[in-house]
């Protein structure tokens, strides 16, 4: 072949091997952009997919409001809650304390303390406003006792520890109820304050504390 030949024949194969090359990395190149244009069209369906599913429990809530908290209208909120969640949205617990607040405006305390009992499960994050909400039904109903024991496991599990001003303002009315002493009232402070320990800890503790201070202080009296 000779060596003008040969140098040549090689000179052939390389730029057939740059020409294959080149091909390749356009096809590469073509692939991914089709790649992120499949992943840019499911990002579009699920964000649409979501804003459906919210639009739907926005809705929902008008139509309780609307309603003025008809037992149908919450039934539909529960249920497009509960819908919105399996379908993997990570839905504001707003909305559930928004529901179990419509059942206690409607006077259904034991739907909204089963739904409420449910959450201290599912939502453990927000025990303490969980807490108050129980307070409050047991206030409803005359559960002064009760009512107590649920607002110092409320304010021990609180997210940022125990603040002894917000406790003596919510226990206002139940203080008179069950016309709770100074003494009685600073014990019960002292004691709040010194429990440590994640939420769920201060939470058990409140309640030991409460039955404690049932069965030695309210209840001799109240017999």
Not at 74 to 95: M, P
Not at 125 to 135: A, Q, S
Request: proline share 1%.
């Amino acid at each position: 072949m000779g060596i003008f030949g040969a140098l040549f024949s090689s000179e052939k194969k390389s730029v057939a091997s740059k020409r294959n090359k080149s091909s390749s990395s356009r096809l590469k190149i073509s692939s991914s952009a089709k790649t992120i244009q499949q992943l840019r069209a499911e990002m579009e369906a699920e964000d649409k997919h979501f804003n459906q599913i919210m639009e739907k429990v926005n809705n929902a809530f008008d139509a309780c409001a609307e309603s003025d908290w008809s037992t149908e209208s919450l039934e539909e909120y529960r249920q497009v809650i509960e819908l919105a969640r399996f379908n993997g949205v990570n839905l504001s617990t707003a909305h559930d304390f928004r529901l179990t607040n419509g059942y206690i405006k409607r006077k259904m305390y034991d739907t909204a303390w089963g739904y409420l009992n449910a959450m201290v499960i599912g939502h453990p994050n927000d025990l303490w406003k969980i807490r108050k909400e129980m307070c409050r039904i047991c206030k409803k109903e005359g559960r002064w006792v009760d009512a107590l024991g649920f607002l110092m496991m409320s304010h021990a599990s609180k997210y940022g520890g125990f603040d002894a001003d917000a406790f003596l303002r919510d226990l206002g009315p139940i203080e008179r109820k069950l016309s709770l002493s100074e003494e009685e009232k600073r014990y019960l402070i002292e004691a709040l304050s010194s429990f440590r320990g994640d939420e769920r800890k201060r939470d058990a503790k409140a309640a030991a504390l409460h039955r404690r201070f049932y069965e030695e202080q309210l209840k001799p009296r109240m017999s």
